[in-house]
């Protein structure tokens, strides 16, 4: 097999609890009832927050701009660990993530803050696979979201599902329940040819 060159790591869903800080802003600062919103089960979980798109899009704006939604939880357990064996595998690490561009600084300044600082971050504008051409290695991709994940696995990767209830339906990829998992993954591939 093509030895991997890259590791592409998705942010929200993936090393960082979107919807729990989210959570907390809408209570915080909506005044919502936290035993109303419950942890999401689909992409469109604000519809079951009771707001419309438009307002989900106003309210993270709001979040990011005002309120660090991107920096005020601590990444998901395993990060660290993930980390070290990619570090250990001399691979190339990107973070690629849709967050608005607002969070970009926030969002720097937070994986330098929890020593998760990547080799590249991306905030495409067009498509994750893209970024993958543009990396041009054998990459291999953590993704909470089905759609992205096809694209990168479309566009040359190796793409992983990070287990979450909004993708339990998929069945077309390879998944992990978390990062250590994903790092051992990534390990077994990377040593697979001296076996
Ligand atoms: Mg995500």
New binding site residues.
């Given amino acids: 097999m093509n030895q991997i060159t890259d590791v592409v790591i ?5 090393v960082y609890p ?1 919807a729990d800080a989210f959570k907390q802003y809408c209570v915080r600062n909506l005044h919502l009832n936290p035993k109303t919103l419950d942890y999401p089960t689909r992409w469109e979980f604000y519809e079951d927050w009771g707001m419309t798109r438009t307002e989900f899009d106003a309210h993270v704006l709001d979040a990011t701009v005002n309120h660090g939604l991107y920096a005020t939880m601590l990444p998901e357990y395993h990060a660290d660990y993930a980390w070290q064996v990619i570090r250990e595998l001399k691979l190339t690490l990107h973070i690629v ?2 967050r608005p561009p607002e969070a970009h600084h926030q969002t720097r300044r937070w994986l330098d803050d929890h020593k998760l600082t990547p080799d590249h971050l991306w905030f495409p504008t067009t498509s994750k696979g893209d970024v993958i051409k543009e990396i041009g290695g054998k990459s291999i991709a953590i ?3 089905v759609d ?1 994940a096809l694209d990168m696995q479309r566009a040359g990767a190796t793409a992983i599902l990070r287990t979450q209830p909004w993708n339990s339906s998929c069945t077309e990829l390879l998944r992990v329940d978390n990062l250590r998992s994903f790092a051992q993954v990534i390990n077994h591939l990377t040593n697979e040819e001296y076996l």
């Avoid at 998705?10 to 993936?14: K, Y």
């Fill in positions: 998705d942010l929200d869903g993936v979107f993530t849709f993704e909470d979201n992205y």
